[in-house]
Structure formats: C-alpha cells, structure tokens
C-alpha cells in the first residue's frame, strides 16, 4: 500500500469486492482516525466477516459505489484501491469511473489499480491461459484510458513474488473458478485441463512453485486536477 501514500488521517475505501480481507489487513497495519470502507458479495457474508467497528461495509458491489459520486462526498473518501476483479467489472468503463472519481473525491486524492498483466506465469492449462490473456486490459490500454478521462499523474510499477501452493489446493481453485476469467469453462473443460495438462506437469511434486506478477498503477487525482 505504499502506492497510496495512506496515513493515518486518510479515509480509505477498499472497493475490491472481496469481503474486506485486504481493509482489514490494512487496518491493522495504520491506525486511521476516521473510519474505512469495503464492499463484497454476498453481503449476509460481508456483513459477518467485518468484526472491527470502523470498517463500514457498503451493500453495493464496486461499480455501484463508484459510479455513485454520493458515496464520495458523503464519506469524504481520499484514497481507493482497485484489484484484478473490480477492474474485470470495468471493461471498456474505467474511463468514465475515473472521471466520476476526479470530480468528487476530494484534491490530493489516490486511485490504485491493481492487477495482474496479460501473460502471467501462473500454473494454467492453455485454454484457461489464453481466457485470462483476453480478459486482461494491457497496461498500455490501462494507460491510455486514464489519460483520456483527462488524468495524466500516472505511475506504474510491477512486481513479482515467489509463491509456493499446494497442488490439490490450486487444483481445487481451479474447479471451483476461483478466477473469474474460469467463469465459462465447464466442469470437463478444467478437468481435462487439469488431468491432461498439470497433473502430469507436476507429477513429482505436491507444492506448486511459480512468479506472481502484479502491476500497481497509481493515479494522482490532485496533480491530474491542476494540469488541466
């Protein structure tokens, strides 16, 4: 979370429907004053899962809080965080989401997108490979939409982490389409994908080894404002 620059007088919402998993962490590492902000689907789940106080689940899923400039004003919100999965949402609509972000959030405002590049070095066989390669927006296309929404502070880094996995749990991941780029793939099509591809790939191993790779894109709203 060093991308965003959080303090502890930030007001901070984590709009990566994911059940807060990610606000919590970041709670327990900054001691913010004012309250956070999380989103998740179901929202019965959501609502039991947030245990502290001052992580405010919204019952909305991310598009509709961003695309509700009320949520901004109301809550004076100054840093956001998107991942892979919000921005799956998004498409072709980052553009406009952004514009809505600039015009309400307040100046010195952070947008931080999140997400993994098209070619990855995740443990897929092709047809999944070739699925997550399609549904990712390219860098390049990421940039060029957030310049033409009128935002031109932009700052990019890529990272990658050396992840170990146990093989019947990403193997289990992968029939339940942990992914949402599986969401059409049959239950045969993973099976097959599975028994003919990776099982015999690693074979001779229970642990799956592999690169995460992630982009952070950073989007300064208040020098962006200015430049204009």
């Keep these: 979370m060093q991308c965003l620059n959080l303090s502890g007088k930030d007001v901070f919402a984590d709009l990566t429907d994911n059940d807060h998993t990610i ?17 998740g689907k179901p929202f019965r789940r959501l609502a039991e899962c947030v245990s502290d106080p001052e992580l405010v ?3 909305s899923d991310s598009r509709d809080v961003c695309l509700n400039p009320e949520y901004f004003r109301h809550f004076d919100i100054n840093k956001v965080l998107f991942t892979n999965e919000t921005l799956n949402l998004y498409k072709n609509d980052i553009t406009a989401a952004l514009k809505l972000l600039s015009k309400h959030m307040p100046h010195g405002s952070k947008v931080l997108l999140t997400y993994r590049p098209e070619h990855t070095y995740l443990p897929l066989f092709e047809q999944a490979r070739l699925a997550m390669a399609k549904s990712q927006l390219s860098t390049e296309s990421m940039r060029s939409q957030i310049r033409s929404s009128g935002l031109d502070q932009i700052r990019i880094e890529v990272n990658h982490y050396d992840t ?18 599986l969401a059409d793939f049959t239950a045969e099509e993973i099976e097959n994908g599975i028994e003919v591809e990776l099982a015999p790939k690693y074979c001779r191993t229970e642990l799956i080894q592999f690169k995460e790779t992630f982009v952070y894109l950073t989007v300064d709203l208040k020098k962006a404002e200015q430049s204009k």
């Design 164 to 181: 170990k996995i146990e093989k019947e749990t990403w193997f289990a991941m992968l029939r339940a389409r942990y992914f949402p780029w």
């Design 23 to 39: 606000a919590a962490a970041i709670r327990k590492k900054i001691q913010f004053e004012n309250n956070s902000f999380c989103v």
């Design 57 to 59: 689940p919204l019952y």
